[in-house]
């Protein structure tokens, strides 16, 4: 079995910091999330370290060609980490709370039939059998957070243990993300197969953004309401 090859990510590798923090450049308290997404990133990042120009197309023509390395020529490995945020420390609390009901009676048949039988009680009202109304549905947006600490110039990268020296926060922001969101990415994702199969890799099991990081899916999603935005680029403190 090939393992994924190893990241040579510049700089100390960050603390691991406490479970929950307050991230004042945003305004709200954020605890870890034990989810894929991390996992993902770093799979696209190793596939990327063996792959230093990106997978190529079953197809390309020279200009896609031209465009797919210079797309993955701007990407660096980057240590990357998941966290659910609140405007409150209440909140956080609650995240807590359902994970550990989740944690605890998800382990065994009769705690996973608890959770299914009274999803509003383990939930704290989150989640209910009947699922959310069509107003609730259309009222609904998200937002997601990306709090970036890197270099401003690559001699101080190679400089060892040198700590960042820049900070970058962006946000990606759009309709409800379940019902509203998902399937508009989905689609996006399925047009731009068939629009561009040549300009894909052949195939397998790869994660998503080794495969559509340079095509213009990025476009296609500000076109459907989902937004991406830099909100701000900060000098740190050495």
């Known amino acids: 079995m090939k393992h994924p090859s190893i990241l040579q990510i510049a700089g100390p590798p960050p603390s691991k910091g406490p479970m929950v923090e307050h991230q004042k450049a945003i305004g709200l308290w954020a605890v870890k999330l034990p989810s894929a997404d991390s996992t993902v990133v770093r799979r696209t990042l190793s596939a990327l370290t063996e ?19 210079n797309f993955w ?3 660096k490995p980057a240590h990357f980490g998941v966290k659910i945020g609140s405007k409150s420390l209440l909140g956080t609390i609650r995240f807590i709370t359902v994970g550990l009901f989740i944690g605890l009676f998800g382990s065994t048949a009769f705690g996973r039939w608890l959770l299914l039988k009274y999803p509003s009680i383990f939930s704290l ?4 059998k009947q699922g959310p ?40 922001m759009g ?9 508009i990415v989905l689609l996006q994702c399925a047009l731009v197969l068939l629009s561009g199969r040549g300009n894909l890799p052949k195939g397998g099991v ?9 095509t213009d899916l990025q476009e296609r999603l500000q076109q459907n309401g989902i937004t991406f935005d830099i909100i701000s680029k900060n000098v740190l403190s050495a």
Request: net charge negative; aromatic share 10%; proline share 10%.
């Open 175 to 183: 309709p409800e993300i379940g019902y509203i969101t998902t399937p």
């Open 206 to 214: 790869l994660p998503p953004g080794i495969v559509f990081g340079p």
């Open 125 to 128: 009202g989150w989640f209910k």
């Open 51 to 69: 792959n230093p120009h990106g997978l190529p197309g079953v197809d390309e023509n020279d200009g896609q060609i031209e465009r797919r390395k």
């Open 133 to 172: 109304t069509e107003e609730e549905v259309r009222s609904g947006s998200f937002k997601m957070w990306f709090i970036g600490h890197g270099y401003s110039d690559a001699n101080l990268a190679s400089q060892g243990n040198r700590k960042p020296d820049t900070e970058i926060i962006t946000r990606v």
């Open 73 to 75: 020529s701007t990407v």
